[in-house]
């Protein structure tokens, strides 16, 4: 069956200007997750969804950075006012009722 | 919170020969441990986990030890390949806690050499 898929795959956007980053999870996963990495670094959790719950927003770099997940299924990560800190590889993962993670290819956003 | 470390950073060895990739966490009530191997360009795939309730698993030429009362885990990959060339990373998590995300090391790079 297909993965996760995420788009675009990459996005280069001027600094200021908002971009929202989409993610598919795998079809019947509820639980999705949102990473940051860096350039030759580890991965940053961002926001989780799992079901109907409210999302653990705890790893949100600032307040330009919200997350949505419409009908339990796909998410769209957006940033605003975007900074050239904000410039990384967004990773998405859905996980599997055995609460393996799954990762999507990622969105390579870059600030100028 | 979580904190997991891992080492070492980077790792080169000849193709045919063994290499292991170690991790140590903080929180005892983490219980699921996963390697995620990454190559270039690509997300990370996940590879072979172990959970709290068994020692050690194997999958092939991989296998991954854990030890609670130390709180590590290994990665353990034998007969390498050129292919097994990538970013590995460790990961930890609690399923019984609040936080349902993963917490990872900063990765390996392995080089295997023809």
């Known amino acids: 069956g297909a993965g996760v898929s995420q788009s675009p795959s990459n996005k280069v956007t001027e600094k200021g200007k908002d971009v929202e980053l989409r993610c598919d999870p795998i079809s019947g996963h509820t639980a999705l997750y949102w990473y940051r990495q860096s350039l030759g670094q580890g991965l940053e959790f961002l926001i989780y969804?799992?079901?109907?719950?409210?999302?653990?927003k705890s790893g949100l770099p600032s307040d330009r950075f919200s997350a949505e997940r419409t009908g339990g299924s796909v998410s769209t990560l957006t940033i605003q006012r975007t900074q050239q800190e904000d410039s990384a590889v967004y990773l998405c993962?859905?996980?599997?009722?055995?609460?393996?993670?799954?990762f999507g290819p990622g969105t390579r956003l870059t600030v100028l | 919170g979580e904190n997991v470390e891992q080492h070492p950073s980077t790792l080169s060895v000849q193709e045919g020969d063994s290499a292991v990739i170690k991790c140590t966490y903080s929180d005892s009530a983490s219980n699921y441990f996963p390697w995620y191997k990454q190559e270039l360009g690509k997300g990370p795939q996940l590879i072979i986990d172990i959970r709290s309730n068994v020692g050690e698993k194997k999958d092939q030429r991989i296998a991954v030890t854990l030890n609670k009362t130390a709180k590590h885990f290994s990665l353990h990959i034998t007969e390498t390949q050129p292919e097994d060339s990538a970013v590995y990373f460790c990961a930890a998590r609690n399923y019984g806690g609040s936080q349902g995300n993963l917490i990872f090391g900063k990765g390996t790079k392995l080089s295997v050499k023809p």
């Open positions: 993962a859905s996980s599997s009722p055995k609460n393996e993670q799954f």
């Open positions: 969804f799992q079901g109907n719950s409210a999302p653990d």
